[in-house]
């Protein structure tokens, strides 16, 4: 597919490392990238989010790369989307979709595939009920009497079914992973599931620590199954370890109501590993934005330990060495590690102990009171 991207800059600071994220997203669906518009805005325009003088410019382009398909880079109201596609005569993806085009391509369990589809029903929903609430004030008018009407209706009555549907096999494959998570709990297995944002490296550190081979690559969402295994870590134990769906900026939130069951394994850890692309630009911006991620899953009490993981790779502001670093408290806060070169994995296994034991001394307090 040739795309033609358009990148709003809005003034953010961070536009062109967004703008870069949103072209690996891109290529991550398979895109081939045949030209790029940039149009800067003080803020959107209602009908097109761009202004017309940028429209015309990005439609001329768009002939003449011959793109087949446009890429917004910002999420687009269904109005919106609708003008855009009248102005190129081109299909018009935007954020939202293409996260959900990614998670559709990637997705490999029936789970994974159940939580897309469901995910992608409820945003296409969203725009059916727009667009009939657009269609019915022209109720009556030409064209608009008899089954045109009622087939919008059926539509949204098809998908409300398939939605219910897939809700209830979801909630029911969630009540098996939970009766699995007690039947580990009562084995006094401390559970630890690692988080962070897409493409930080989890499953390369899922794997240099279990030794499995979960599949890890330099793409967006390579991961969307959680995926546990046990391991023995000394001064833990048995502990059982998830590796986890990436997350990204402005996740989406039919995305994020999908994927809670998956997403479940990290509420109910007793520890999080949160992986830091420490060699990233917009790490710190990152940090910030998986912690809301957490925080919007109900995860955000749980112990965690930030992870800076890719120590060796250029540009990487947190220093060549691996490294724990403590907090005021005394405890392990930051572990700097390679997990690519397996380089600091002792550091990391140390500081599980330790939040191990601190969870142990925890529970030892709670039966003494
Ligand atoms: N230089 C360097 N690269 C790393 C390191 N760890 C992971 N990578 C690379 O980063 C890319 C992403 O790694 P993954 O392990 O797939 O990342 P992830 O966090 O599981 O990503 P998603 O599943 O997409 O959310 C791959 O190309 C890895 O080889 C590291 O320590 N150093
Ligand atoms: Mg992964």
């Not at 190129?88 to 990637?106: E, G, K, Q, T, Y």
């Not at 539509?155 to 699995?180: C, F, N, P, S, W």
Request: net charge positive; glycine share 8%; aromatic share 4%.
């Amino acid at each position: 597919m040739k795309a033609l991207i358009i990148s709003v800059d809005l003034g953010s600071p961070d536009f062109q490392a967004h703008a870069d994220e949103f072209a690996m997203l891109a290529r991550g669906a398979g895109a081939e990238i045949v030209g790029t518009v940039v149009a800067r805005r003080a803020r959107p325009d209602a009908a097109h989010f761009i202004g017309s003088g940028k429209l015309e410019e990005a439609v001329l382009l768009a002939g003449q790369a011959h793109a087949d398909i446009i890429l917004f880079d910002q999420p687009l109201t269904p109005a919106q989307q609708r003008n855009l596609e009248r102005g190129f005569n081109l299909r018009v993806v935007d954020r939202v979709a293409l996260i959900l085009d990614i998670f559709a391509l990637r997705a490999k369990s029936h789970e994974g595939k159940m939580q897309v589809e469901l995910a992608q029903l409820q945003h296409l929903s969203t725009r059916l009920t727009r667009l009939w609430t657009h269609l019915e004030r022209q109720r009556g008018g030409i064209g608009m009497r008899g089954p045109g009407e009622s087939q919008l209706e059926m539509d949204r009555r098809m998908i409300g079914a398939k939605v219910r549907v897939l809700r209830e096999r979801l909630a029911k494959v969630q009540r098996q992973r939970g009766t699995q998570r007690r039947a580990r709990s009562r084995g006094n297995t401390l559970s630890v599931s690692l988080v962070g944002y897409t493409n930080a490296g989890k499953s390369t550190l899922f794997n240099a620590l279990t030794r499995a081979g979960a599949y890890a690559a330099d793409q967006l969402f390579a991961t969307l199954d959680t995926t546990t295994r046990r391991v023995w870590i000394e001064g833990a134990g048995q502990v059982v370890v998830s590796d986890t769906v990436g997350f990204i900026r402005d996740l989406p939130p039919t995305l994020i109501a999908a994927f809670r069951a998956t997403l479940e394994e990290t509420v109910h850890a007793d520890l999080l590993l949160h992986v830091v692309d420490a060699a990233s630009p917009q790490r710190d911006e990152q940090i910030a934005e998986v912690d809301k991620v957490l925080a919007d899953i109900g995860a955000a009490d749980i112990p965690r330990i930030l992870v800076y993981n890719k120590i060796d790779a250029a540009g990487c502001g947190a220093g060549y060495e691996p490294r724990v670093e403590r907090n005021e408290h005394g405890t392990i806060a930051r572990v700097f590690l390679s997990a690519l070169e397996r380089r600091g994995l002792d550091g990391l296994r140390a500081a599980v102990a330790e939040a191990h034991q601190i969870a142990g001394n925890n529970a030892f307090h709670v039966e003494n009171l």
